[in-house]
Each structure stands twice: as structure tokens, then as C-alpha cells.
């Protein structure tokens, strides 16, 4: 069965701390993962797209990596901010047809 | 440039109601997309256009469920006979055609069925 699990559920952090939030799929057969973010009562906004050759992306302080073999990935958030506060999608695209599954979020709260 | 718009952000419907909800994708753009997001669960796929071929209806529920697309632009989702389980954040996405591109999603439209 294809499915894309997030870990942890949530997540609660000091503002200026890093994290990583993984992402494990068992999607097959794989095309790409991306990353989405989105805020509480908004539509979700994409973060990074990684291909199967393609292992690290970054996009300012968010860095997502990919490990194809053993269908991991993760995204490592940099000194974060309090706009960060937000949940983090995880969605993965078969390589046939228009299938996107997506994982459950990983909610994320920074304090200060 | 504008993005995707949908309405209404909110609908209060009685169950066995039908319903309406509208997505107004980004111009230009020739895919759309259709999900479903429940409390606590990821998102749903429900449906796809791409320009004029014929819609992947593959994730509709049940025969409950069906939307058009006018014109290769606006897009209608409806309901028919709502139920309570039907209660859900309705999400529309567009991008400009590749299946690779990347989605842009409106703010969606949070659907309560009393």
C-alpha cells in the first residue's frame, strides 16, 4: 500500500533552535517528494521538490534531504523564526499517472 | 499576480443538502485539482483536469460527489445529499499543466454539515 508517514505529530520548539522533521514513504514507483508548509487556515505553499537523484535541497532556512534507498527523508528547519509556527506536509508522487499521497503533517510551534 | 481563489471560505449546510464550491484557478493555468482535507488527516485527492481531456475522477468518494470545469477555468465542486462525515476543508489547486509542476493552493473552503 503506498503511504507517506510523518514523524513527530507535533512539535515544540524555542524560537532561534533548529529542527527535523522526517518523512517515510512507501510509495513505489517513486517519481518525487516535496515539502509543503502551511499555515493555519490557508492553502499549502510548496518548500522544496527533490527527484530520486537529488538528495539535499535548500531554500533559505529550510533544507530537505532525501535518501532514496531507504525511502527517508527529512527537512531541517535553521534558527527558527516564529513564522515557522505552521503545519508540514510531506507528499510524495508516484512516476504513472496523477497520484499524489500525502502524509498526515508534522504541526510545528515555535515560542518565544 | 492573483493566485487561487475559492468560495465561500466557510459553508453551514444541514445534512442532505446539497452544495456548492467554487475555485478560481491561477490564469494560465491548465491543471486543477480537487482535495479533501479532514481534522487530523492528511489530504484527500479528489479529482484533476487537465485542459480538455477527460477528468481523473479517480478519488470521488461516492456518486455523491462530481465537478465540472468551465471554459478550462473555473471550477465547481458539488455535493449532493451531504452527510456529516462530508464535513471537511475542500482544498483547489492549479499549476500551469506538467504533472511535475508545482500545485498552488487557494485558501479552501471549510465545509460543516450539520
Known amino acids: 500500500k503506498n503511504q507517506v508517514e510523518q514523524s513527530p505529530q507535533s512539535l515544540i520548539i524555542l524560537e532561534g533552535k533548529n529542527c527535523t522533521l522526517q518523512c517515510n514513504y512507501t510509495v513505489s514507483p517513486f517519481s518525487n517528494l516535496r515539502w509543503y508548509k502551511q499555515d493555519t487556515g490557508r492553502g499549502p505553499v510548496s518548500l522544496t521538490i527533490m527527484t530520486f537523484s537529488e538528495n539535499t535541497k535548500s531554500n533559505g532556512r529550510y533544507t530537505a534531504t532525501l535518501d532514496a534507498d531507504t525511502k527517508q527523508s527529512s527537512l531541517h528547519i535553521t534558527a527558527s523564526q516564529l513564522s515557522d509556527s505552521a503545519s508540514y506536509i510531506c507528499?510524495?508522487?508516484?512516476?504513472?499517472?496523477?497520484?499524489?499521497?500525502f502524509g498526515k503533517g508534522t504541526t510545528l510551534s515555535v515560542s518565544s | 499576480g492573483a493566485g487561487v481563489s475559492q468560495s465561500p471560505s466557510n459553508k453551514v449546510t444541514e445534512k442532505g443538502k446539497d452544495v456548492e464550491l467554487r475555485c478560481d484557478p491561477i490564469?494560465?493555468?491548465?491543471?486543477l485539482y480537487w482535495y479533501r482535507q479532514s481534522l487530523g488527516q492528511g489530504l484527500e485527492f479528489l479529482i484533476y483536469?487537465?485542459?480538455?481531456?477527460?477528468?481523473?475522477k479517480s478519488g470521488l468518494p461516492s456518486d455523491r460527489f462530481s465537478a465540472e470545469r468551465t471554459g478550462g477555468s473555473v471550477s465547481t465542486l458539488t455535493i449532493q445529499r451531504t452527510q456529516q462525515e462530508d464535513s471537511a476543508v475542500y482544498l483547489c489547486a492549479s499549476s500551469p499543466g506538467l504533472a511535475e509542476d508545482t500545485q498552488y493552493f487557494g485558501p479552501g473552503t471549510r465545509l460543516t454539515v450539520l
Open positions: 483536469f487537465q485542459g480538455n481531456s477527460a477528468p481523473d
Open positions: 507528499v510524495v508522487r508516484k512516476q504513472a499517472g496523477t497520484a499524489l499521497i
Open positions: 490564469s494560465g493555468h491548465t491543471a
